[in-house]
C-alpha cells in the first residue's frame, strides 16, 4: 500500500469557533449540566453531550441512582443497553475488552458505560471502528503518520508493556490505545495513543518515585530531565507515557514506536500541555531508529482522517457527539435570549463562525489536499491560558 497524504479538510475550520462557547450557570442549570468544578471546555462539552443524549432518546440518571443529578450520566438500563457507545458492534468490543483485559488494568466500568462526558468510552468510539477494521485503521493512520505507518495490524486498550515493572516505572502507567504496526521499512512497530477530552490537566500527579528520576536520565528524551515542568501537573503523565514507550523499544518488546496524543481543538489546556511538552523534548536525531518520537493531533483532524478513510459515517457520529460546539452556542443562546428572532442565532458571529448549524458539511472527496500535515499544524498553536 502506498504512503497515504493527510490534510485537514476546509469544513472543519469553516464550522468551529476560535474558542468554546461559554455556558452560564442559568445555562448549565437549564440544561441539568451544572456542575461547579467544571472548566470552561468542560461545562460546555457536558451540555454537548447532554444535547447529544436528547437526539438519541437517551434517558438519564436520576438523583436516586447517582446522589446528584447530572444530565451528562446514562441511566441504569441505557448504559447496560450499551447506548454510551457509537453503535453495538463497538458495544460488543468494549465488553470483550473488559473481559481480556490485561491484569491489574485501570479500567473503571462505570465511567466506561455511564458518563457521557469520560475520555474512556471516547477511546472505544474512536478507534473501536477502527479495531473491527484493520484496512480502515491502515488508511487512517497512514494519513496520520505516513513515515513511520505502512499497515495496522491490531489495536489492544488499555495497555501496558510492564505495569509494575522494574524495568518500566514500577507503577500502573498504561497507554488508552497501542497500535500495533508495520512500518514502511517492513519492521513491526506500535503507536502508542493517550486520549485527552474534558480533562483539563490539572492532575492528581502520580505519587513520585525514585525510579522516576532514574528513568528521566536513562531514557535519554529530555533537554533537562531536572526540569520542574515536566513534574507539573499537565505534563507529569505525558512524560511517564512516553518513558514508558521508550523503554519498550529498549527492553525489546517492540523494535520501533511512537507516542501520539489527541484532545480536542477546542480544549486549550490539553493543547497547551501538549506543545509545552514537546518543548522538553531533545531535538530529533533521524540517525536514531530507536527513539520514540512524540506527535500531538486533534480530535478534529483524526476524524477527518476517518472521514477520509471512507467511512463517513463514523466519522460524522463522533464529530456531532464530540466537537459540534455550534450546537453548544445555540443551546445556550436560546436559553439567554429566547424572545430574539430564530434567524439571529444563526448569524455569524465576529470570529466567523458559520451560519450552518446542527450538521457538519461534507465535502467532495476530490477536493481534499494531499499536502503532508506536520506535528505542528495537527494541532493549532494555541495559547496556554486557561479557556
Avoid at 468542560?42 to 443524549?53: D, H, K, N
Avoid at 443529578?69 to 457507545?85: K, M, P, T, V, W
Avoid at 453503535?87 to 455511564?114: N, Y
Avoid at 503518520?145 to 505495569?163: C, K, N, Q, T, Y
Amino acid at each position: 500500500m502506498s504512503k497515504s497524504k493527510f490534510h485537514p479538510t476546509k469544513h472543519r475550520s469553516e464550522n468551529t469557533f476560535l474558542r468554546i462557547p461559554f455556558v452560564s450557570d442559568t445555562v448549565a442549570k437549564h440544561y441539568d449540566s451544572h456542575c461547579m468544578i467544571d472548566s470552561r471546555f468542560r461545562r460546555a462539552a457536558r451540555l454537548l453531550q447532554i444535547l447529544w443524549m436528547r437526539d438519541q432518546s437517551i434517558p438519564n440518571a436520576a438523583v436516586e441512582e447517582r446522589g446528584a443529578h447530572l444530565g451528562s450520566y446514562l441511566r441504569a438500563d441505557a448504559a447496560e443497553d450499551g447506548l454510551n457507545f457509537i453503535s453495538p458492534q463497538v458495544h460488543l468490543l468494549a465488553l470483550r475488552e473488559l473481559l481480556l483485559r490485561e491484569e491489574d488494568a485501570a479500567i473503571d466500568e462505570d465511567r466506561l458505560i455511564t458518563n457521557t462526558l469520560s475520555s474512556m468510552p471516547l477511546v472505544f468510539n474512536a478507534f473501536g471502528p477502527l479495531a473491527l477494521d484493520t484496512k480502515l485503521a491502515t488508511s487512517v493512520f497512514c494519513q496520520l503518520l505516513p513515515d513511520f505507518v505502512h499497515s495496522v495490524e491490531r489495536i489492544a486498550f488499555e495497555h501496558s508493556p510492564g505495569r509494575r515493572d522494574e524495568r518500566f516505572l514500577s507503577d500502573r502507567s498504561a497507554f488508552d490505545a497501542a497500535v500495533h504496526v508495520v512500518t514502511p521499512e517492513g519492521e513491526t512497530g506500535i503507536v502508542y495513543v493517550e486520549v485527552k477530552y474534558s480533562e483539563d490537566m490539572a492532575g492528581p500527579c502520580a505519587r513520585w518515585r525514585d525510579r522516576y528520576d532514574e528513568a528521566l536520565q536513562e531514557v535519554g528524551l529530555y533537554e533537562n530531565p531536572a526540569s520542574g515542568i515536566l513534574r507539573s501537573p499537565p505534563l507529569e503523565q505525558l512524560m511517564r507515557l512516553h518513558m514508558t514507550a521508550q523503554l519498550a523499544v529498549s527492553h525489546r518488546i517492540t523494535p520501533r514506536a511512537m507516542f501520539i496524543a489527541i484532545g480536542p481543538r477546542l480544549n486549550r489546556r490539553a493543547q497547551a500541555a501538549f506543545r509545552v511538552y514537546e518543548n522538553e523534548l531533545l531535538p530529533l536525531n533521524d540517525s536514531d531508529p530507536t527513539r520514540v518520537r512524540f506527535q500531538h493531533f486533534t480530535l478534529e483532524s483524526f476524524i477527518d482522517a476517518i472521514d477520509v478513510a471512507g467511512d463517513q459515517e463514523t466519522a460524522d457520529k463522533l464529530w456531532t457527539r464530540y466537537c459540534d460546539f455550534r450546537r453548544v452556542y445555540d443551546a445556550a443562546l436560546a436559553v439567554i435570549a429566547p424572545k430574539m428572532d430564530a434567524s439571529s442565532n444563526s448569524t455569524s458571529s465576529s470570529e466567523g463562525t458559520p451560519a450552518e448549524t446542527g450538521k457538519r458539511r461534507s465535502s467532495p472527496r476530490g477536493a481534499r489536499s494531499t499536502r503532508r500535515t506536520s506535528a505542528a499544524q495537527t494541532s493549532e498553536p494555541l495559547e496556554a491560558t486557561h479557556g
